[in-house]
C-alpha cells in the first residue's frame, strides 16, 4: 500500500479526504441489499440493483458526519421533547434510556441478486442489458476457462506440471466480473481468478509457460505454477500468502483518487480471507479514505477444508462491509448476468462517487482446493456433484444463449473441440521449451548482487555440474 501512496506524483493538496467524516448507513428493514444511487439507464446501468429480485427492497442511504468542535458540545440539544442529542465525535447520538444490546444478526439473512436461475430463465428485467456480441463472447471465454482448467489440472496428475489450482463453478465470477471492467482498473488477484485474466488477452500459451515454467515465462520460473502475473495486462502478480492483495488494492486505489485518473482498483478473495487482518485493515482503510476499490469476495464455501460455520457467525461477508461504512451487495456468483450487472453498477459507484464497494458472490467450490488437496475427506462427493452439475454457471448462461437464438448445439461442438485442441497444442509446445537459465534465481532483486548471493550461484551451479542427472537436460547455466 504505501509503495502506491509514495508512487504518486501528486501533492496531498489534490485530494481532500475527509478523515473522520464518512459513514454510511444501511438501512436494513428486510433484509435487502440494493444500490440506489444516480446511474445511467440509456447505457445500461441499472437503477436499483437488487430491487428487481425482491418485494421489499432495502435502501442505502449516506450520512457524512461533521467534524467535532468542542467549543459546540457544552451541551446536548433538545428536539421538541423528544430524545436528546449529543454530536459526538463521528456524528450526533440520540440518547436513549432502554437498556437494548444489539442482536447477533438479523431474523432474515441478507437477500442475494440474481437475474438467471438454474434453467436460464430471465427472474427480472432488472440488469445491464447486454449485446449478443458480447454474450457469446462471455461465454466462449467461460467454456475456454472451463476448458484450460479440465486439462491443465489432468496434465498435474499425469506430473508433467508440478501444480494446479482450478476455478471450477466459479467461471462466471472470472469471466463476467472481468468484462464488466476497464484495462485502466489493476486487478488484485488470489489465485482462483485466472479467467480475469484470460478475458484480458493472456494466451493460452501464456498461461502454459508460466505454468511449465520454461524461459517464455514472463514469471521466470520463480513463481508456483498457477500464480499469473501481467503488466501488460494490469494483473499484480498472485500471491499465495491469503489476503495479503487486499490492502494492496487499496493502496493502488488510493493512488488513482491522488492522480485523478479514471479507474478503480478490484480486488479478489476467498471467504477464508476475510478471517484476515489484512481483510478488516483494508475495508476500514478504504472507507475512512473513500479510496475508489471493488472488493469482491467468493464466498464459495470453504477455506481449504474450513467451512464457512467454521469462521465466522456473523450472515455472511456483505455485512461486514455495513459495518465498516461500504455500500455493500450480495450476488448469486453462478449467474453471469447478475455478477455483470453488479460489477459495472459496483465500478461505476466506486469512480464517480470516489468510495469502495463490497461485493458477496456467493458460489461453491466445485473442485479440490488445489491438487494438493482431496476435498472428499471432508465434504461427500455427491454434494460436489450435485453443485457441478445443477448450479454450473457455464451451463447456466449457456441455456439463456440458447433461449435468446444466440447459441446451439453446433456451434457448442465446434467450440469444445477447438478450445481442446489449443490447450492441447499450448500444452505441447510449452513442454519443449528450455527452462530459464539459472542465473535468472539471482536477478532483478539488487541492483548490485551482494557476495553471499554470488556464492549462492557459485554453489548451485557447482552442484548442477556434480549430480546432472538430477536437473532437466534442457536446464541451461
Known amino acids: 500500500m504505501g509503495f502506491y501512496l509514495s508512487k504518486s506524483r501528486t501533492v496531498m493538496h489534490n485530494l481532500k479526504p475527509k478523515l473522520g467524516s464518512l459513514g454510511v448507513m444501511f438501512h436494513q428493514s428486510s433484509g435487502i441489499a440494493s444500490f440506489s444511487h444516480h446511474q445511467e439507464s440509456q447505457s445500461g446501468l441499472i437503477k436499483n440493483l437488487g430491487a428487481g429480485s425482491c418485494n421489499r427492497p432495502t435502501l442505502f442511504t449516506i450520512w457524512r458526519s461533521e467534524h467535532f468542535k468542542a467549543e459546540k458540545q457544552l451541551d446536548c440539544k433538545q428536539n421538541s421533547g423528544g430524545p436528546q442529542v449529543l454530536n459526538f465525535p463521528g456524528g450526533n447520538v440520540k440518547f436513549t434510556s432502554e437498556l437494548d444490546f444489539l442482536p447477533e444478526g438479523l431474523e432474515e439473512r441478507v437477500h442475494c441478486y440474481r437475474i438467471l436461475d438454474e434453467n436460464g430463465q430471465l427472474t427480472s428485467s432488472n440488469f445491464v442489458q447486454i449485446s449478443d456480441e458480447l454474450a457469446v463472447r462471455m461465454y466462449t471465454y467461460m467454456a475456454m476457462l472451463q476448458t484450460m482448467d479440465t486439462i491443465f489440472y489432468e496434465a498435474q496428475r499425469q506430473g508433467r506440471i508440478s501444480f494446479y489450482v482450478t476455478a471450477i463453478g466459479e467461471e462466471a465470477i472470472n469471466i463476467a466480473s472481468a468484462a464488466a471492467l476497464q484495462l485502466d482498473d489493476p486487478v488484485f488477484p488470489q489465485y482462483r481468478e485466472s479467467g480475469v485474466l484470460l478475458w484480458r488477452g493472456f494466451t493460452l500459451q501464456e498461461f502454459a509457460n508460466q505454468c511449465f515454467g520454461n524461459k517464455n ?37 488510493y493512488s488513482l483518487k491522488m492522480d485523478r485518473i479514471n479507474a478503480c482498483s478490484i480486488t479478489y478473495f476467498g471467504d477464508g480471507g476475510t478471517s484476515t487482518g489484512d481483510f478488516h485493515a483494508a475495508l476500514n482503510f478504504a472507507a475512512v479514505m473513500e479510496a475508489p476499490v471493488i472488493f469482491f469476495c467468493r464466498n464459495n464455501g470453504w477455506a481449504i477444508s474450513t467451512p464457512v460455520g467454521d469462521q465466522f457467525r456473523s450472515d455472511g461477508i456483505v455485512v461486514r462491509g455495513q459495518a465498516y461504512g461500504v455500500h455493500s451487495i450480495r450476488v448469486d456468483g453462478n449467474d453471469a448476468l447478475a455478477i455483470y450487472s453488479a460489477v459495472r453498477a459496483a465500478r461505476q459507484m466506486a469512480i464517480t462517487e470516489q468510495r469502495p464497494v463490497l461485493i458477496e458472490a456467493l458460489t461453491y467450490r466445485g473442485g479440490h482446493h488445489t491438487t494438493s488437496d482431496d476435498s472428499t475427506r471432508y465434504r461427500s462427493a455427491e454434494e460436489i456433484e450435485w453443485w457441478r452439475v445443477a448450479q454450473c454457471p457455464v451451463s447456466r448462461f449457456r441455456k439463456w444463449l440458447e433461449k435468446e437464438g444466440w447459441w446451439n448445439s453446433d456451434a457448442e461442438t465446434e467450440l469444445r473441440a477447438s478450445l481442446r485442441k489449443q490447450v492441447l497444442r499450448a500444452i505441447q509446445v510449452a513442454e519443449q521449451v528450455e527452462k530459464p537459465p539459472v542465473a535468472d534465481i539471482f536477478t532483478d532483486v539488487y541492483d548490485a548482487p551482494p557476495s553471499n548471493l554470488h556464492e549462492q550461484e557459485t554453489t548451485l551451479l557447482e552442484t548442477i555440474e556434480k549430480h546432472p542427472k538430477e536437473y532437466p537436460p534442457n536446464f541451461s547455466c
Open 217 to 253: 515465462d514472463n514469471c521466470k520460473g520463480r513463481q508456483m505454477p498457477a500464480h499469473y502475473g501481467s503488466v501488460k495486462h494490469n494483473y499484480f502478480t498472485v500471491a499465495s500468502t491469503v489476503a495479503t492483495q487486499v490492502p494492496h488494492a487499496v493502496g493502488a486505489a
